[in-house]
């Protein structure tokens, strides 16, 4: 029998043809906004003190349907979950110079909203087999200034949150879980994201649920639910007439969500079972064909919790496999699967934290008075996520695309041809 050549070296690719485009917005949507364009009202808020300070009718509808389906008190909508972040660091009393413990493998934003309210990040390593924040890394990185925590429940399950909660107990921290890439799973029975002081989910249009931008804001605590509502809605212009005494952070944007998008966002959270169902079956039929490959480190989720798929997550074992993460990777592709990713982010490598240049050019506020100590952001601090990024991870884009069975097929097709000619040691 002759080997089937590799694509990567002129044979045929395993697959010819491009996968459907994973596309959710339905005539439901289509319906919905219709309505709303019927209203001519594509947004009720008022920038003051005013029953429509809250928002128009539906941003208040999906405001209700998600605290039913988050089982929370509160649930606040705005524009990105960009700007949910920075509303939420805002509304739990974040000071300059404060110190936020968060994880480097996460999208640049979480890290960000940090600096918005002139905080320090202060960067920690992440579990090997989950890739969230490693809880003993959190603890490693306490310092009399660290302020809270922020846990990102990435690729789409849960963080540790017994022992982030614990931890947050012990030194009187706060939480705060970006849980963008995770709504729909479930943390021991508990929506994951809402286990936190605040927590939230994005809307942009890559993620499982979308209304094309936006922002889910979720909290149990009614005091930071009316901060929230105010530095989404220009906090500063408000209190006085509202009659706000306290004042810290009340510096208002607007990040409010309009009613198409909320309008949207009510037929999409009614999808939002289904649609994860869909992505853990898939993830399932992947796992149980790819198990079989010597060498490749299949997707771990944490027990009695679930995982949503955001992204399907492997990694090689190279100790066991002698060729590198890129040859594989670039063989797979050429093989015709999409969406695959070498390595992830560590957001601590980054230019602006290399250089440590974010406000002007002088190092602010890393060189300022409000930075109380020297946070090193250099290669070594996170051993576990650079190694991770430089050799033995790399991911598939699951949520991307409408996977059908042919396709899974050929997926697993695909790695088997590729892994019929690695070398073992
Ligand atoms: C998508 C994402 C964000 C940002 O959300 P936007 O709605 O695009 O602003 C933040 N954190 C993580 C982990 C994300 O995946």
């Known amino acids: 029998m002759t080997r089937k050549l590799l694509a990567i070296e002129g044979g045929q690719p395993t697959i010819d043809y491009v996968f459907e485009k994973f596309n959710t917005i339905g ?62 660091l805002g509304s739990v009393g974040i000071q300059p110079g404060d110190e936020v413990i968060v994880s480097t493998w996460t999208m640049s934003a ?97 993620k499982h649920i979308h209304t094309g931008e936006g922002g889910i804001i979720v909290t149990n605590d009614d005091f930071i639910s009316e901060k929230l509502q105010l530095i989404r809605n220009h906090a500063e212009s408000v209190i006085g007439s509202k009659s706000t005494t306290n004042l810290p952070n009340m510096i208002g944007n607007n990040f409010r969500l309009g009613e198409i998008e909320c309008a949207i966002g009510i037929e999409q959270l009614k999808k939002l079972d289904s649609i994860v169902s869909r992505k853990q079956e898939i993830a399932q039929a992947l796992t149980e064909r790819l198990n079989e490959l010597d060498g490749l480190i299949t997707p771990v989720v944490r027990e009695n919790c679930t995982h949503s798929y955001y ?37 601590h490598m980054l230019p602006m934290y290399q250089s440590k240049i974010a406000y002007g050019n002088s190092g602010f506020p890393w060189t300022s008075d409000i930075c109380r100590r020297e946070i090193s952001y250099q290669r070594g601090i996170c051993p576990t996520a650079e190694n991770l990024h430089e050799s033995t991870f790399f991911s598939f884009a699951l949520c991307a695309y409408e996977l059908y069975d042919n396709d899974i097929d050929l997926i697993y097709d695909a790695f088997k041809k590729v892994w019929g000619q690695l070398k073992f040691k």
């Open 27 to 88: 005539i439901e949507e289509e319906k919905s906004v219709r309505e709303v364009i019927k209203t001519g009202n594509l947004s009720n808020f008022l920038g003051r003190w005013d029953n429509n300070f809250f928002g128009g009718p539906k941003v208040l509808e999906f405001e209700n349907q998600l605290k039913k389906y988050f089982k929370v008190q509160n649930a606040v909508v705005v524009n990105s979950w960009t700007s949910g972040l920075v509303t939420a």
């Open 110 to 206: 979480t890290a960000t909203a940090i600096l918005q309210w002139n905080a320090i990040p202060v960067f920690a390593d992440i579990e090997d087999d989950t890739f969230c924040i490693d809880p003993v890394s959190i603890e490693n990185n306490i310092s009399p200034y660290t302020k809270a925590i922020i846990a990102v429940d990435i690729f789409g399950q849960s963080s540790n949150m017994d022992k982030i909660l614990a931890i947050a107990k012990k030194y009187n921290l706060v939480v705060v879980s970006d849980a963008a890439q995770a709504p729909g799973s479930f943390y021991k029975g508990n929506p994951t994201g809402t286990l936190a002081h605040v927590g939230g989910f994005s809307l942009n249009y890559h």
């Open 311 to 347: 992204v399907y997550p492997l990694k090689i074992n190279l100790e066991k496999i002698a060729a590198s993460r890129e040859r594989i990777v670039d063989a797979l592709r050429a093989e015709g699967i999409p969406g695959l990713s070498k390595g992830y982010a560590n957001i």
